[in-house]
């Protein structure tokens, strides 16, 4: 068992205080893994033990961290560096190269686990496409079929510098996870720092958001709250998921919609499992005078949003 800073991890009943029968309740797994750098045979092998253990512990959507299937590869880019520099062109190429196009290799191997264990999977990667670096994540189906993909949208200049480039916006996808039905999200890492992000697929109707991630930052307080705040001010499950050490700082999280870390695993690698209660959720949406959420924006007013920078 991994020690929280609230407590054991332990596959805990279904049922939590403040739970009603009948609920909708979807069960998600975080799995935490180690990785090498474009070791992807090891680094799947991590995801998919990750994954087994989740299920064993009745997870029915599971998430790996962002780029789980080459390790996340990215260039050093200092103050004062070129782009064209030979070394960065060099970098780049490994990049892409590591990278895989979708449908995959990669992609086939998560949908064999998928199907086996009957279990929806969110999982990151490099894409390539068309020759061209996306940082992606794959929402995979328990038929094996890919439901949907996201494309990073928000990148700093070093990951720009790694050859990935944008994507061009923030789908959602409405499935079936047994019984329940609900609305899912994803936006990877620096995206959270972009409250339109969030946002967006809180427009979208998303219910619960993953965050694929590979970050030392999100380990701090500040930057905790930071994905406390999205959660609450747009009423959605939050499930963030980074790498264990030694490959990154763990803390990996559920946060619910009141903008409460409800879960939370420490820094070495492990697997968490916890319960999202949508009827809740919902009936927090359906308050006859919400504070937050988006029922009383006024877009009309947010005319630099939007606009070119």
Avoid at 164 to 182: I, Q, Y
Avoid at 236 to 264: C, H, K
Wanted: charged share 20%; aromatic share 8%.
């Amino acid at each position: 068992m991994h020690w929280r800073r609230y407590g054991f991890v332990t596959a805990a009943c279904l049922m939590s205080i403040g739970d009603s029968p009948g609920d909708d309740m979807v069960r998600v797994g975080l799995v935490q893994m180690n990785a090498r750098l474009h070791d992807k045979e090891y680094n799947l092998q991590q995801a998919e033990d990750g994954i087994r253990r989740a299920v064993e512990r009745g997870a029915q959507i599971v998430c790996t961290p962002e780029a789980a299937v080459q390790g996340y590869p990215r260039v050093s880019f200092p103050a004062g560096s070129r782009i064209d520099d030979e070394k960065l062109v060099a970098q780049r190429a490994t990049i892409l190269a590591s990278a895989e196009p979708v449908p995959g290799a990669a992609t086939a191997r998560f949908a064999r686990i998928a199907r086996q264990l009957g279990v929806w999977i969110v999982f990151g990667m490099d894409e390539n496409r068309g020759d061209k670096l996306y940082n992606s994540a794959i929402l995979m189906s328990p038929e094996g079929k890919i439901e949907g993909l996201y494309s990073k949208v928000h990148l700093q200049n070093w990951m720009v510098a790694s050859g990935v480039n944008h994507g061009s916006d923030f789908p959602v996808w409405e499935v079936n996870v047994g019984t329940v039905k609900t609305t899912v999200g994803i936006q990877i890492c620096y995206d959270i720092q972009h409250p339109e992000s969030t946002r967006e697929l809180a427009l979208g109707g998303a219910e619960i958001v993953f965050v694929p991630y590979c970050t030392t930052d999100f380990s701090r307080p500040l930057l905790v709250h930071l994905f406390q705040t999205r959660a609450l001010e747009n009423r959605v499950f939050l499930v963030r998921v980074n790498y264990g050490m030694p490959r990154n700082s763990g803390t990996s999280s559920i946060i619910d919609f009141e903008g409460a870390t409800q879960d939370e695993l420490d820094r070495e690698p492990g697997v968490l499992v916890g319960n999202l209660n949508l009827t809740a959720l919902r009936k927090a949406r359906a308050n006859w005078n919400p504070v937050y959420g988006p029922t009383y924006r006024q877009p009309k007013a947010y005319r630099r949003i939007g606009a070119k920078k």
